[in-house]
Structures are given as structure tokens and as C-alpha cells.
């Protein structure tokens, strides 16, 4: 019979602890991360990718990033659910328990370098309502290694996506330095012919026109800059450079200013380049609002609600809306 008295209980409360140790903080030494099958997409890192992964637990980013997706993480638009074989070699894994920021298990290849360069130094340059540090102290190697780091995410799925990315950075580069025309040219020749061809559905209303106004500043403004010449701080960062959409003025509507081509490159991103694809952070609706502001407020050239259309959304007013205020 054991009676409940102060030596019990801290007898008892220390031996729970000490085996809660030994099994949390001394067990995986001795677990052989060998041990386990690699999973087919698995491949060991390169020594550069190594030195990045030193460097992502001495800066402490596995306290807000995790790296492993469960089956309840697909709706935000997960490649792969996390398996053991995705960690073999790994001592410790970086599974992380809090997800303050995205998890970035397959974060491999989602954005090309200079993107991931600018982020580092200034996250609220490429997100502009980012939470995560600058971290704005490192110098250029450790953002390189790091960067080879988060890319290599994903094992061969991300080589594969970041192979994609190399792809196409070389076309967007030779585009870029052929001349500002002809990268308009080739960004519009990238987008399918049916998208070019779609007028923005909805109507510009002062209500709408603020919407975009406010996405533009959440998301866009940090590399296009406020007034939309591609100045933003991330430029700085960023070859090619953001868009200045004043360009698009004198292509007009036939060389492809539309709201479906503007719809397009918003959803889809420009892979190659820093410019993101927003089809998981944006819904439809604030897509269209962001191009019909791009549109009317920096390229001046504007096709909202315009013929062909179809049946008129429910919400939109009944009466035609006053113009938006002018800027
Ligand atoms: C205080 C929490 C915090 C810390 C520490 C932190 N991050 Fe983040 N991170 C975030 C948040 C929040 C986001 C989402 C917003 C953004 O993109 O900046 C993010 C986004 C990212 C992304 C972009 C993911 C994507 O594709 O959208 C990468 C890559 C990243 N972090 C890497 C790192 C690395 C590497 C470190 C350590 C050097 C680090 N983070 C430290 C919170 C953090
Ligand atoms: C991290 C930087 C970055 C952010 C953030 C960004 N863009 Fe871009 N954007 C670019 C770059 C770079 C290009 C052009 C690449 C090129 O010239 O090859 C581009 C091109 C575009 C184009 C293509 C235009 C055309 O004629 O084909 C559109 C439209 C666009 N951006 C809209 C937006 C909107 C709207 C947002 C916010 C929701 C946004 N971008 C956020 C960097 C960015």
C-alpha cells in the first residue's frame, strides 16, 4: 500500500521525469537514423546543402517551421504526405512542432533563388504582412548555403521543380535582356491563347477598386512598388526585375493588357522568376479585384465587365456603380 505523503510524491514525480528524459533526450541517440528504409524520392544532400542545414538549427528556424505534412494538411495544397523514409540519414529530423510559418517539407523549387534572397533579407519585401525575422545579418554565403538548403526540401521532387525553375529562368533572362517589348512579347506568347482573350467579369465598383488596393499592398507592393514601376525594396534582389506594368500601357488590350491574361500570371506565378504563383493564398474573387486595380490604376488600360460577358454576378450592384475615385 503506498500512502500519498511529500516523499512519495516527489520520489514518484522525479522518476516519471528522469524516464521521460531518457526516453525524449537519450533514446534517439542510440536509434540508428540508418535504420529505416529511404523512401524512392529520398537523396542525400550536398555538402553546401549540409552546411545550410547547420545553420537553419542555429538560427533557430525549426522553431517556427515544421517539415512534415500530415494527411489534415492537404487543403493547403501539399505535395506529399511526410513518410520515415523522407528523414533516413537525418540525426535529428527537422520535424519541428510549431507551424507559426509554413511547413516547408516540399518547399523545394517553389520559388526561385533571388526570391528566397530577398525574402531572407527582408521577408516583409516579398510578403508584406510576413511575421518571420529579417534576417538581414548573414552574410552572403550562409544566404547561399540556406538557400541550397530550403531548395534541396523535397529530396528529388524538389530537384525536379527546381530544375523546372532553372528551365525557365533562362528563357525569362534572354526575354528580359532583349528588350522591354520584346519581354512583353514573350511573357504573353507563355500565357494560353483563351486567357488572353477574357475580359476582367466584374465591374470596377469604389468598393472592388479599394479591395484591390488593399490585396496589392498585402502582397504585390514589396516588389512592384507602390506605384507599380517595379521599384519595390525586394528589387534590389530580383534579376529579372518585377514588371513595371506602365510598360503595358502601350501594348493595350490586343497585345494582351486583359484581365485574363492579368488573371492568369496573378494565379499561375512566372516560374523561373521571383514572381509567385497566389492560386493558394487568393481566392478567384480577390484575383480578379487586384488585376481590375493593376489595370486601371498603373496601366491605365481597363476591359472590367466588358463584352463578352456572362450572366451578371448576384452580388453586383444593380445600378451601374459611380467610377472609382481618380487617383
Ligand atoms: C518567428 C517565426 C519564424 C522564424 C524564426 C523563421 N520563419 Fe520562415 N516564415 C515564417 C512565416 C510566418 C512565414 C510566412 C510568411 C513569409 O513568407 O514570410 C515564413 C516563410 C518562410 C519561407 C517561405 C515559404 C514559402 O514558400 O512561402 C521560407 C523558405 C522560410 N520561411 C525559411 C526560414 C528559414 C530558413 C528560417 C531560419 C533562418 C526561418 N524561416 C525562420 C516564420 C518564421
Ligand atoms: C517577389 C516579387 C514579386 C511579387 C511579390 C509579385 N510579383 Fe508580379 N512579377 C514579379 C516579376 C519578377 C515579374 C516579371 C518577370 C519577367 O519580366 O520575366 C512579375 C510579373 C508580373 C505580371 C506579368 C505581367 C504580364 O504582362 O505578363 C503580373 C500581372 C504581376 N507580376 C502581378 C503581380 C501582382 C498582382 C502581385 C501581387 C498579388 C505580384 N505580381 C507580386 C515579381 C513579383
Redesign the pocket.
Known sequence: MIHMNAKTIGVGTTAVLVLIYFLVAVGPRYTDPEGYAPADTHRSRTALEDEGRKLYIAYGCQYCHSQYLRQGDWGLGAERIAEAGDYAGDYAPQLGSSRNGPDLSQEGGEHSDD?HF??FYNPR???PESIMPPFDYLRPEETKALTAYVQSLGHKLADERVARQWKWRKE?IA??EAGVDE??E???AN?PEGWLRVPNPYPITPVSFKRGET??QR??I???GPVGD?Q?P?AAF?Y????N?TT?RRHGIEG??TGG??YY??MNG?T?????Y?KRE?ESEK?WD??NY?AKQFIGVVDANAEPKGIDAAFEPVEPAPAPPAL
Do not use: E, K
Open positions: 526570391w530577398a525574402h519585401w516579398t510578403r525569362a526575354a528580359y519581354n512583353v514573350w511573357l504573353h500565357v490585396i496589392y502582397h504585390c514589396g516588389c512592384h517595379g519595390g525586394a530580383i529579372p526585375p518585377p514588371l506594368f503595358l494582351g493588357a491574361m492579368l500570371q496573378i512566372i523561373g522568376t521571383a514572381m509567385p497566389f487568393l484575383i487586384v488585376s493593376v
